[in-house]
């Protein structure tokens, strides 16, 4: 054992503490540093005396590592007395900001523990094994740390739109089906604002209502998948917003359309769901795929399919459908874009084919804010990559099953500014060591 450690001092940086002695643990490749308070006074809080010794206690805890060995600290705690007979406070130990009683890190360790868990995207189990505890003692560093930065009003920002997007949150069990998150997206900055435990008019009512005022009035436009509760919500809780419907999921729309006139012309023709030679079923993705990625060849055996297993040419008019609908999104204004919608009304109502009828009403319903995106260009199509995030963490996480900490790494990760250290090059300083 090492004695004199006040070099090991200024290397752990561990304010108001001083290593009076070092051990290399040779077996576990951990540094046993024993440290004790620089404060060597006391004194009594109740009547101001000086206290006067009353001999030590240890406290062991881990630390962070120092040069990739991880770090135990043997905390020799000073207990005090009141040396005064007639004051009743008779004994106390000494405290620190660094180490809360009864802790098994140090607060900074607890911090790291919370940034590797939130933007670098550990798994809580590999923070806890890095750092030697048990989970539940990692996620509490996570949630101790994570909290107040998630909680602090100043990580809402002031975004002019924000997204509306649905995100499954448990993919279903025989005990529950799946469950819905909605997630809340700045569209200025594309940071995660939050994330709710459902898919519901309600909850984003209840949401919007939580926030302050003048958050809520910067708020021009909010860009929603054509979801009546969420269009409910957003009228009731930012009566100023204008909607803006993602040109995404209006796609999907059609495409969905499409999908259930292939399904049902299989089931009239061949009495049976699609199978891996049925005409349909070889073309089902390419007939979902924008019609300008398929080269001549493509398409002339997307046409030879439909002559073999689409007698009605419903399947053909709801291709054809999808492209009339896309084709708006081409158009370079809201006029246009309009001329072009009208033409994709009028070509569904004369198709007899049920499905176009009902997919041309449901466009017509919410118009509006579809023809928004011509003047706003607003999508949500920029949280994709949250989305992959979200898919990465929950694949961490194998499952949440408690929803508050799965929206606690979710805003950790995707809705947190962390700082991070500026390290300047080695190179054109010349620390004065030798001097
Ligand atoms: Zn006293």
Same mark, same amino acid.
């Given at each position: 054992?090492?004695?004199? @450690?006040?070099?090991?001092?200024?290397?752990?940086? /561990?304010?108001?503490?001083?290593?009076?002695?070092?051990?290399?643990? !040779?077996?576990? @490749?951990?540094?046993? /540093?024993?440290?004790?308070?620089?404060?060597?006074?006391?004194?009594?809080?109740?009547?101001?005396?000086?206290?006067?010794?009353?001999?030590?206690?240890?406290?062991?805890?881990?630390?962070?590592?120092?040069?990739?060995?991880? =770090? +135990?600290?043997?905390?020799?705690?000073?207990?005090?007395?009141?040396?005064?007979?007639?004051?009743?406070?008779?004994?106390?130990?000494?405290?620190?900001?660094?180490?809360?009683?009864?802790?098994?890190?140090?607060?900074?360790?607890?911090?790291?523990?919370?940034?590797?868990? $939130?933007?670098?995207?550990?798994?809580?189990?590999?923070?806890?094994?890095?750092?030697?505890?048990?989970?539940?003692?990692?996620?509490?560093? +996570?949630?101790?740390? $994570?909290?107040?930065?998630?909680?602090?009003?100043?990580? /809402?920002?002031?975004?002019? !739109?924000?997204?509306?997007?649905?995100?499954?949150?448990?993919?279903?069990?025989?005990?529950?089906?799946?469950?819905?998150?909605?997630?809340?997206?700045?569209?200025?900055?594309?940071?995660?604002?939050?994330?709710?435990?459902?898919?519901?008019?309600? *909850?984003?009512?209840?949401?919007?209502?939580?926030?302050?005022?003048?958050?809520?009035?910067?708020?021009?436009?909010?860009?929603?998948?054509?979801?009546?509760?969420? !269009?409910?919500? =957003?009228?009731?809780? /930012?009566?100023?917003?204008?909607?803006?419907?993602?040109?995404?999921?209006?796609?999907?729309?059609?495409?969905?359309?499409?999908?259930?006139?292939?399904?049902?012309?299989?089931?009239?023709?061949?009495?049976?769901? $699609?199978?891996?030679?049925?005409?349909?079923?070889?073309?089902?993705?390419?007939?979902? *795929?924008?019609?300008?990625?398929?080269?001549?060849?493509?398409?002339?055996? =997307?046409? *030879?399919?439909?002559?073999?297993?689409?007698?009605? @040419?419903?399947? $053909?008019?709801?291709?054809?459908?999808?492209?009339?609908?896309?084709?708006?999104?081409? !158009?370079?204004?809201?006029?246009?874009?309009?001329?072009?919608? =009208?033409?994709?009304?009028?070509?569904?109502?004369?198709?007899?084919?049920?499905?176009?009828?009902?997919?041309?009403?449901?466009?017509?319903?919410?118009?509006?804010?579809?023809?928004?995106?011509?003047?706003?260009?607003?999508?949500?199509?920029?949280?994709?990559?949250?989305?992959?995030?979200?898919?990465?963490?929950?694949?961490?996480?194998?499952?949440?099953?408690?929803?508050?900490?799965?929206?606690?790494?979710?805003?950790?990760?995707?809705?947190?500014?962390?700082?991070?250290?500026?390290?300047?090059?080695?190179?054109?300083?010349?620390?004065?060591?030798? *001097?």
């Amino acid at each position: 054992m090492e004695r004199d @450690g006040s070099g090991v001092s200024a290397l752990l940086g /561990l304010d108001g503490f001083a290593v009076c002695a070092q051990l290399l643990e !040779a077996a576990t @490749g951990e540094w046993w /540093l024993a440290v004790e308070t620089t404060e060597d006074r006391g004194w009594c809080e109740r009547c101001g005396i000086r206290a006067v010794g009353h001999g030590r206690r240890r406290v062991v805890v881990r630390d962070l590592p120092l040069a990739d060995r991880p =770090v +135990v600290l043997v905390w020799s705690k000073r207990l005090w007395c009141c040396p005064e007979p007639v004051c009743p406070t008779r004994t106390w130990s000494e405290e620190s900001d660094q180490i809360a009683p009864r802790a098994v890190l140090t607060e900074r360790a607890r911090a790291e523990i919370a940034r590797r868990v $939130g933007p670098d995207e550990h798994s809580v189990a590999q923070a806890a094994r890095d750092f030697g505890v048990s989970w539940h003692a990692a996620m509490a560093a +996570v949630r101790d740390h $994570g909290r107040p930065r998630v909680d602090h009003l100043a990580r /809402l920002g002031a975004p002019s !739109a924000v997204g509306l997007d649905e995100t499954s949150f448990l993919a279903a069990t025989a005990e529950h089906p799946t469950m819905l998150a909605t997630g809340i997206i700045d569209l200025d900055s594309g940071r995660l604002v939050d994330v709710l435990p459902a898919r519901s008019a309600v *909850a984003v009512t209840d949401w919007l209502a939580a926030k302050p005022a003048p958050w809520l009035a910067g708020i021009r436009h909010v860009v929603i998948d054509p979801y009546q509760p969420y !269009a409910t919500a =957003v009228a009731k809780g /930012l009566p100023n917003a204008r909607l803006v419907v993602d040109h995404f999921h209006v796609i999907r729309l059609a495409n969905a359309a499409l999908d259930e006139v292939r399904r049902r012309t299989q089931n009239d023709t061949l009495g049976h769901r $699609g199978r891996k030679h049925d005409p349909l079923y070889r073309i089902r993705r390419r007939l979902l *795929a924008s019609h300008d990625r398929l080269d001549p060849t493509g398409f002339a055996r =997307v046409l *030879a399919w439909l002559d073999a297993g689409d007698p009605q @040419g419903e399947v $053909g008019a709801a291709y054809l459908a999808k492209e009339l609908l896309r084709e708006t999104y081409l !158009a370079t204004n809201a006029l246009e874009a309009r001329r072009r919608l =009208v033409a994709f009304y009028q070509y569904c109502t004369s198709s007899d084919v049920p499905e176009l009828e009902r997919l041309a009403r449901t466009i017509t319903r919410w118009e509006v804010p579809i023809l928004r995106w011509h003047r706003t260009r607003l999508t949500n199509a920029a949280t994709e990559g949250t989305n992959l995030i979200i898919k990465n963490i929950k694949r961490l996480g194998f499952g949440f099953r408690n929803f508050d900490n799965y929206r606690l790494r979710l805003l950790l990760r995707c809705g947190t500014p962390w700082q991070t250290r500026q390290v300047a090059s080695i190179r054109p300083r010349h620390p004065r060591i030798s *001097a």
